[in-house]
């Protein structure tokens, strides 16, 4: 059995997003990355109709002890991730506790209502005021800008894992993400890739 | 690279459920595998129509569930391994044809797996199948996590060949969807053939015909079938996947199954009880085995059963209790029965807690009520809630509008039959309420075959049914045929978006690709209705000045069933990507916003999530990443200030 080098066992991650920002990819990623090193993992999700504009949430259940369940118990998360800023709070409200980390993108995805001029979105200044009040450490970074700088959005999500390891909260480094891109990409990918994870570690490493 | 149809013996690898599922039946060497797209269980089929060339397989996505039982039914008639996959609604479709297979029983071994959706998470109803597997009497397995998940369908194979007749694995979306470690075993080499033996006698069962019979060979099928159940049950008796973990003499005997046998483990962690509680699992939730649940039941007098909706587990093992003697009668049982547990709605850990904490009388750690009420609040006030609706560019959007439009029109009251897929969301906001009612696959044009009989009764609103084109081959077409032969007064609207959209684009009949990417005959829709006896019409609904005429001219035809099809092609499909039909811009100087009278028609009404909103400048603006140029927008402004500039 792996001796543990986790700060809690199960450690609980949940990456929070909306459909189509690619949670899926980012938490097979970090569950790759630590059951390579002998973890159990357990990933909970949920999609389906997620994709048509609706929130997405990923658990992920670290453990060097067992299998745990797919779903974090209500107010047991460690750590969040969040994809879009207004999203962490949602997850807050069901799974925060004084103790928890929040690691947030802050560039907003507005809902149909804020689109059409239903309802209003909070500014950057409440959002993170909100998400510091509720939690013991937080870490604010524009993940999509410097996506976009690298050529596609998409790359948001892997400044974000890069950002999750630059925090310390999990053992994840540089390498092990490269063996779990070399799993699932081609190898024409890899680079840009890394290099996307690298400045992510940069935002939030001490 | 590992991959589900390489991986070697003793890898290890993350899987979904789904994938481990598929990982099981090749490991089980099936080679007929059949299913009709449905959340929560299209992985499976996706997974192994891309190893079909490698492991000798014949993947196919049928026409429907029923249609899919049959097909691998036939598989394992000549000998083969065969598996069909559907969520639970499926089930209900294919339980036709499974009554009379369960009494005729398998050769090859044969799986049904039924991916259900505990809290209709991605689902309309939250309805089970595991009572199938009681009313037609064939074994059912609940693998509780993800290796058991693999391993169990392949053991559900070699179960199904000792006992000649089908078995039901059941999974739920929080295994089929979830992801956790699987150590691989071996994948055999596989080189059947096919044959299917009938000159044997009426009653051998591997050599002779398979029929069902009336009268007493019926009765007599029907005793040889749960002779197979029983010796089920005998297998169960000591079958790996139930298992018992916990104290000699626990105070408290938790009975579960599923995936919340982990919330269950989870629980009594959480509440601290270790000493206290015991749990045992059952894989095979039908038959019970009873001996292994008397061993078991002995050990406490109070027992809490842990499932999800009905209390299927629960009343069964009460019989059951029963049956054993008053000793076991007496016992305490809490559950759903004693209001324990709700008969809704899928579990958690935390629930599960809540159960333990209230019958062992225990304290639970919850947040603080300071840091819950302030989230509360911030999270009302700061996160605005995500209702669905369709995607940028979604042709079903630019199709109601025109319906609701026409019937506006028409003004008689007319409203719209609707069922399953990304069309059902036109009951929602994004879809103007345009849909009126929703029910199971195909059942719109059935209704609306019954309702545009009503004119005999005074009814005289116009009467119309949606469909997508999946959907339109799957359950439709008897509905159709129905309404045409009984000159119902109807019109249906085919939503043809090329795809099953909302599962993931898997193929149907209408397309030229099957499951595994080569080509095959499509068959054409406005052919098919046309030979029905239908007028039909086909329109582009991005077109949307057209598309507003021919639909009312249709819908006024009084004439019996009219068929429209407003075909284009899903604004997310594959094909389409990343291709603007149109630039799109909205000039600010025409666009006066709320003095226009338009009353913002384009974002309070229309609301593409392309076309946003500007609540300084006070008019629409496009945003450009959104935005897939379509064009429709341009079409309904009323004042002409969203202009549109075609690329070449
Ligand atoms: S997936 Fe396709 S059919 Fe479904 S809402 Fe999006 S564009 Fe429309
Ligand atoms: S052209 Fe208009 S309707 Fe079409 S996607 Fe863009 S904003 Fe939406």
């Not at chain 2, 993350?14 to 481990?20: H, I, K, R, V, W």
């Not at chain 2, 429907?64 to 209900?92: D, P, Q």
């Not at chain 2, 799986?111 to 109803?125: F, H, K, N, Q, R």
């Not at chain 2, 002779?208 to 005793?223: Q, R």
Request: include cysteine; aromatic fraction near 6%.
């Amino acid at each position: 059995m792996k001796q543990t080098t986790l700060s809690m066992d199960p450690y609980n991650l949940i990456i929070t997003g909306v459909g189509g920002q690619g949670n899926v990819l980012a938490s097979r990623l970090i569950g790759n990355m630590l059951s390579e090193q002998g973890y159990y993992i357990t990933i909970g999700e949920s999609f389906g109709a997620a994709q048509r504009g609706g929130a997405v949430e990923s658990h992920i259940r670290v453990s060097a002890q067992r299998t745990y369940s797919p779903q974090i118990p209500k107010g047991k998360a460690h750590m969040v991730v969040a994809l879009e800023p207004t999203e962490a709070i949602r997850i807050l409200r069901d799974y925060g506790n004084p103790g928890v980390k929040v690691l947030s993108n802050m560039r907003p995805v507005y809902s149909m209502g804020v689109i059409c001029g239903e309802q209003s979105y909070p500014s950057t200044e409440k959002i993170k005021e909100c998400i510091t009040a509720s939690s013991k450490a937080s870490w604010f970074v524009n993940s999509t800008d410097e996506a976009l700088k690298l050529g596609n959005p998409i790359f948001g999500n892997i400044i974000l894992i890069g950002a999750l390891a630059g925090t310390n909260a999990l053992p994840l480094d540089h390498k092990s993400f490269e063996k779990a891109l070399l799993q699932r990409m081609k190898p024409d990918k890899i680079d840009v890739n890394l290099k996307a994870f690298d400045i992510g570690k940069e935002m939030t490493s001490a | 690279m590992t991959t589900l149809n390489t991986g070697r013996k003793g890898e290890k690898m993350l899987l979904m459920g789904n994938e481990a599922i598929a990982r099981g039946a090749l490991e089980a060497g099936v080679n007929v595998v059949t299913g009709y797209p449905g959340t929560p269980s299209s992985e499976i089929i996706d997974r192994l129509s891309k190893a079909d060339r490698e492991r000798n397989l014949y993947v196919e996505w049928s026409v429907n569930e029923k249609v899919a039982t049959e097909v691998a039914a036939a598989g394992s008639f000549a000998g083969l391994r065969s598996m069909a996959v559907m969520k639970m609604m499926g089930v209900n479709v294919a339980s036709d044809f499974l009554m009379h297979l369960v009494m005729t029983g398998t050769r090859g071994g044969l799986v049904l797996v039924s991916a259900e959706d505990p809290g209709a998470i991605s689902s309309l109803t939250e309805g089970e199948s595991r009572y199938y597997s009681k009313f037609l009497e064939f074994p059912l397995l609940e693998p509780g996590g993800f290796q058991e998940a693999k391993d169990m369908t392949k053991w559900a194979f070699e179960l199904s060949e000792k006992i000649n007749n089908i078995v039901m694995l059941r999974t739920v979306t929080r295994i089929s969807h979830g992801s956790g470690n699987v150590v691989l075993g071996e994948l055999p080499e596989t080189s059947p053939r096919a044959h299917f033996e009938f000159n044997g006698t009426i009653l051998d069962e591997q050599t002779g015909p398979i029929l069902t019979v009336p009268g007493p060979f019926a009765v007599n099928l029907h005793a040889r079938q749960q002779n197979k159940l029983q010796a089920a049950a005998n297998l169960f008796e000591d079958c790996p996947f139930n298992t018992y973990e916990g104290p000699e003499n626990p105070e408290l005997l938790i009975i579960t199954s599923s995936v919340c046998h982990l919330y269950c483990i989870e629980a009594v962690e959480l509440v601290d009880a270790p000493d206290r509680v015991g749990i045992l699992k059952l894989g095979t939730t039908w038959p019970l085995p009873a001996k292994f649940l008397k061993k078991h039941m002995q050990r406490t007098e109070r027992i809490l059963i842990i499932e999800e909706v009905l209390p299927f587990l629960e009343e069964n093992i009460q019989v059951l209790a029963c049956q054993l003697g008053a000793e076991f009668a007496a016992k305490k049982f809490h559950g759903k029965g004693d209001g324990t547990m709700d008969k809704v709605g899928e579990l958690n850990p935390t629930l599960v807690a809540g159960a333990l904490s209230r019958v062992l009388d225990l304290a639970m750690e919850t947040v603080s009520v300071d840091y819950s009420e302030n989230i509360n609040k911030q999270a009302v006030d700061n996160a605005p809630d995500r209702m669905l609706t369709f995607c940028p560019g979604c042709p079903h959007r630019a199709s109601f509008w025109s319906i609701k439009r026409v019937l506006e029109l028409n003004n008689q009251q007319g409203f719209v039959c609707g069922d399953i897929g990304c069309y059902g969301m036109g009951m929602l906001p994004c879809g103007f309420e345009t849909v009126k009612t929703v029910h199971s696959m195909g059942s719109g044009t059935g209704l609306a075959s019954g309702f545009g009989k009503l004119g005999q009764f005074g009814m005289d609103q116009k009467v119309l049914s949606v469909c997508g084109d999946s959907t339109f081959f799957h359950t439709v077409m008897p509905a159709l045929a129905n309404a045409i032969h009984h000159r119902a007064d109807i019109t249906l609207v085919v939503l043809d978006n090329s795809g099953t959209a909302m599962t993931g684009f898997q193929p149907h009949p209408g397309l030229t690709i099957k499951a595994s990417g080569t080509e095959l005959p499509a068959l054409d829709i406005p052919s098919i209705c046309r030979a029905m006896g239908a007028k039909v019409q086909v329109v582009n609904p991005f077109d949307v000045e057209n598309a507003e005429k021919v639909l009312l001219k249709t819908i006024e035809d009084p004439d019996g069933v009219k068929v429209v099809v407003m075909r284009q092609i899903c604004a997310l499909s594959p094909e389409k990507k990343s291709k603007k039909q149109f630039e799109i811009q909205v000039d600010e100087n025409v666009c006066i916003g709320e003095e226009c009278g338009c009353n913002r028609l384009c974002t309070r009404v229309f609301k593409c999530p392309g076309l946003v909103w500007d609540g300084e400048k006070k008019t629409s603006k496009i945003d450009a990443v959104l935005c897939v140029g379509c064009g429709v927008c341009h079409s309904i402004c009323p004042s002409g200030a969203i202009q549109r500039k075609e690329i070449a």
